[in-house]
């Protein structure tokens, strides 16, 4: 019987490093959007972000913010009319959150709260994909002529994560019943962060394979 290699090169990382790998315990943030476009400088109705602590994979403190569309349409975020006919078509409870005018603040205001709510620069940034969420947020950030409130060099990809550990997100929504909170800006947070501990369990458990 033998090692793979690469079995045994993800276990020297993984597990002989793991403190390393679970470093930076609470300064990692999950961020979601929902929007009216697929564009980078797509309107945003709600933004959700998490604190987590890497370790545990347990959350700190949440954000949740839902934006007008006035201050949308002030600072010339793009509508796509696809996109929304698309939201027509989600349950009631999501078409709530995306159209309904209750609770809305300002987009300028929103972001100004989440770069508090993020509060330094070395907070690694995650997200589902990196050329979406993360993009139209700094889009956003320029447009109200503020600083992104992240490094480019800790913006993080969970999708890389699920693709490592062969983990499929809408397979995992379904085995964990998570399908009714799908584009919610918030429980899409933490449904990633659920998938990203599972993921690395899945890693973790590859470590090493035994032939």
């Not at 508090?116 to 990196?130: E, L, P, Q, T």
Request: aromatic share 14%.
């Amino acid at each position: 019987m033998r090692f793979k290699i690469f079995n045994f090169f993800f276990c020297f990382c993984f597990k002989n490093l793991g403190s390393n790998i679970k470093s930076k315990m609470s300064d990692n943030i999950m961020l979601d959007l929902e929007t009216l476009s697929t564009k980078n400088n797509a309107s945003i109705l709600t933004i959700g972000a998490i604190r987590f602590d890497r370790n545990s994979f347990k959350i700190t403190k949440k954000f949740y913010k839902r934006i007008s569309h006035e201050s949308n349409e002030y600072y010339n975020r793009d509508f796509d009319e696809n996109t929304i006919n698309w939201w027509h078509s989600q349950s009631e409870e999501a078409k709530k959150e995306i159209f309904e005018d209750k609770d809305r603040i300002n987009l300028n205001l929103a972001l100004q709260e989440l770069s508090i709510f993020i509060g330094n620069s070395r907070a690694k940034i995650w997200a589902n994909g990196v050329c979406f969420d993360i993009s139209i947020l700094e889009s956003a950030y320029e447009a109200c002529n503020l600083d992104v409130p992240w490094k480019f060099w800790n913006i993080r990809d969970v999708r890389t994560i699920y693709d490592i550990a062969d983990l499929n997100l809408n397979n995992f929504k379904r085995q964990n019943n998570m399908l009714n909170n799908c584009h919610n800006a918030l429980a899409d947070c933490e449904t990633q962060l659920a998938a990203m501990e599972k993921a690395m369990d899945n890693i973790y458990d590859r470590c090493f394979v035994v032939e």
